[in-house]
């Protein structure tokens, strides 16, 4: 090879190792795309289900401007929310309930309880008064289960005020202080036997509360002074958030008992419908206030 080629090939080699590889060689800058700009805001407020309302309207489409009452608190509460234009009457047979606990001797009921709870026996209860002393004594033990659940304003008759009924049956109770009672009576000592009683009550008085699954109820009626009835029922009801209690009364314009229960089964079933939304608590935390299912012909009176 002569001189002046061997000096074209070096420099060509040379050349060669001076081209850059593909991982020498600068990456491509992509454009930065114009992005919208970054807005910080407040999280969405909590829906508040305004269940007096609901519960209003649709108490309304099935009851009309009937003579009703509803009232509803819930467990281990004062609380109570009405509804309805009914307030006070006789309390008829649910006053078997504190009588029966009046009588109670230790944590389980006696037979003539059972049979007044569940029957709505109206001899078992004479029983019951009269062990407890009749009259003033006797009064004085049924307002004293009363007052224990959260009613101390309620006055029981120790006398028969009106002829064939009994007297613990024409107590007057205000709905109101009708629910709180039922909101405080899960939480008294020794009332288990009693609540299991309200979940047992017979076939033919299971109207109102009673077409509800796992409710404990108990109802009472009677008629008044020109024969029309008043039908009324109080229990407990349990949700996904705790239990409520809940007091009906119905008087019909017809005075029929049957259009009576007729009432309360309605008004029952609307608080069916709404029983996630109403206000629920138990006896061993506070409630949350959040957020907040045909009878025959009784015999004359239904005493208490």
């Known amino acids: 090879m002569s001189t002046r080629a061997g000096m074209v090939l070096l420099v060509v080699l040379t ?33 508040i289900v305004d269940w007096t309302s609901d519960l209003r309207r649709d108490l309304t489409i099935a009851l009309g401007d009937s003579a009703f009452g509803v009232a509803v608190a819930p467990v281990g ?21 504190p009588l029966a606990l009046a009588a109670q001797s230790g944590t389980t009921p006696s037979d003539d309880a059972v049979l007044a709870i569940t029957q709505s026996d109206n001899a078992s209860a004479d ?9 003033d004594a006797a009064a004085t033990s049924v307002e004293a289960v009363l007052a224990s659940a959260g009613d101390d304003a309620t006055d029981v008759p120790s006398t028969r005020l009106r002829s064939g009924f009994s007297v613990v ?48 109820f108990k109802g009472g009626w009677g008629p008044d002074e020109s024969g029309g009835y008043l039908v009324r029922q109080f229990g407990l009801l349990t949700g996904p958030r ?3 209690a809940v007091a009906l009364a119905a008087a019909p314009g ?39 299912p045909v009878a025959p012909i009784p015999p004359e009176g239904d005493q208490p």
């Open 77 to 97: 509460s004062d609380d109570v929310t009405a509804f309805g234009p009914w307030t006070v009457g006789p309390a008829w047979s649910t006053a078997k309930v």
């Open 242 to 244: 705790g239990t409520t």
């Open 127 to 135: 029983r019951l008064w009269e062990s407890l002393g009749g009259s």
């Open 169 to 216: 049956g024409q107590t007057q109770w205000t709905l109101d202080r009708h629910a709180r009672f039922g909101a405080h009576l899960p939480c008294l000592d020794g009332t288990g036997g009693v609540l299991e009683a309200m979940g047992d009550v017979v076939g033919d008085q299971r109207w109102g509360l009673g077409e509800l699954d796992s409710a404990r």
């Open 254 to 292: 017809s005075g029929l008992f049957a259009d009576g229960t007729d009432m309360l089964t309605a008004a029952a079933r609307v608080l069916g419908r709404h029983r996630d939304a109403l206000p629920a608590g138990d006896c061993s935390a506070p409630p949350d206030l959040d957020r907040p």
């Open 15 to 47: 050349a060669s190792c001076a081209v850059p590889t593909v991982a020498d060689r600068p990456a491509a800058v992509e454009p930065t795309p114009d992005l919208p700009p970054v807005v910080l805001t407040e999280p969405a407020p909590a829906v």
